[in-house]
C-alpha cells in the first residue's frame, strides 16, 4: 500500500481555477493508475480523472475541457488542473493509486466554490 497526501484545496468563486496535487510516499513509475474522485455531500464517491502509467487520460464528462490531470514522475505527484470551476464541482477530492490488485486512498482535500 502507498500513502498519498493530497494538498490545494480551498474556496474559490465560480469560474476560479485550482490545482490539486496529490503525492506519494514512494515511486509512483510502477503504479498501475493514479487518478482523482470526488463525493459531495450526500452523494456517492465519482471518477473524475484517471492517468495510467502508460500516460493515457480518461475524464468524467463533467470534466472534460475544465480539468487536467498530469503526473510527474520525478516527484512522484500527480495533479489535477481545474479551471472554470463551478458550484456544482465542490465536493472533497480523493487522490487514488492503483498498485496492481491494491487500490490507495488520500484523506481528501476541500473544494468549495460559491456562485
Known amino acids: 500500500q502507498v500513502h498519498l497526501v493530497e494538498s490545494g484545496g480551498g474556496s474559490v468563486q465560480s469560474g476560479g481555477s485550482l490545482r490539486l496535487s496529490c503525492a506519494a510516499s514512494?515511486?509512483?513509475?510502477?503504479?498501475?493508475?493514479m487518478g482523482w474522485y470526488r463525493q459531495a455531500p450526500n452523494k456517492q464517491r465519482e471518477l473524475v480523472a484517471v492517468i495510467t502509467s502508460g500516460v493515457s487520460t480518461n475524464y468524467a464528462d463533467s470534466a472534460k475541457g475544465r480539468f487536467t490531470i498530469s503526473r510527474d514522475n520525478a516527484k512522484d505527484t500527480v495533479y489535477l488542473q481545474m479551471n472554470s470551476l463551478k458550484p456544482e464541482d465542490t465536493a472533497v477530492y480523493y487522490c487514488?493509486?492503483?498498485?496492481?490488485?491494491?487500490?490507495?486512498w488520500g484523506q481528501g482535500t476541500q473544494v468549495t466554490v460559491s456562485s
Open positions: 487514488m493509486a492503483q498498485t496492481g490488485v491494491v487500490v490507495s
Open positions: 514512494r515511486s509512483i513509475l510502477s503504479f498501475k493508475a
